[in-house]
T-cell receptor, first 113, second 113 residues
């Protein structure tokens, strides 16, 4: 079945460090891929979204490239700030079951001042 | 203000009681969802509604029942709560059932003693 894998449960960085959060997906169909961010006390909100293979999405300094070859959608940011501390979810909607968005387990990012 | 609103913010109850959570969206969307987020921040879809009609009903216990009076409102009732129902319940909406971003409310935190 369709799935989204985020192996990193928690990432701790210092300000201005490089961020890389790993995400891989599995589907027999054509996916739309998302990154959502959830700040403390709030619901998740869309960070970026990519529908077309090999395209890159970007927002607020974050980037992710839909790599069809490696079935990956890793999230990167060159220089994190303390305000980026949040939970980041990789997610997928596949045309094999377009009514459902599948979320990864989430990665807690802690950025130390 | 256009957004997804949830009430209450927080609810404490005892095992066996009935609880109801409300969700309203003022975004003019056709689709609404309920998600359960556990203590480890794992997000699981429970129900999806499109134009007041149930589209997706994941495997949830029968004591959970969604109710939609119109496409802007989706409530969740839990008959006879259990300790494992302690979680954050997130409501979301989207323009169309099989496309587009989901917009989340702030969540209702349920604690079952």
């Amino acid at each position: 079945g369709d799935s989204v894998i985020q192996m990193q449960g928690q990432v701790t960085l210092s300000e201005n460090d490089f961020l890389f959060i790993n995400c891989t997906y599995s589907t027999t169909g054509y996916p739309t891929l998302f990154w959502y961010v959830q700040y403390s006390g709030e619901g998740p909100q869309l960070l970026l979204q990519v529908t077309t293979a090999n395209n890159k999405g970007s927002s607020r300094g974050f980037e992710a490239t839909y790599d069809k070859g490696t079935t990956s959608f890793h999230l990167q940011k060159t220089s994190v700030q303390e305000i980026d501390s949040a939970v980041y979810y990789c997610a997928m909607r596949s045309d094999t079951n377009a009514y459902k968005v599948i979320f990864g387990k989430g990665t807690h990012l802690h950025v130390l001042p | 203000e256009t957004a997804v609103f949830q009430t209450p913010n927080y609810h404490v109850t005892q095992v066996g009681n009935e609880v109801s959570f409300n969700c309203k969206q003022t975004l003019g969307h056709d689709t609404m969802y309920w998600y359960k987020q556990d203590s480890k921040k794992l997000l699981k879809i429970m129900f999806s509604y499109n134009n007041k009609q149930l589209i997706v009903n994941e495997t949830v216990p029968r004591r959970f029942s969604p109710q939609s009076s119109d496409k802007a409102h989706l409530n969740l009732r839990i008959k006879s709560v259990e300790p494992e129902d302690s979680a954050v319940y997130l409501c979301a909406s989207g323009r169309q059932i099989n496309q587009d971003t989901q917009y989340f409310g702030p969540g209702t935190r349920l604690l079952v003693l």
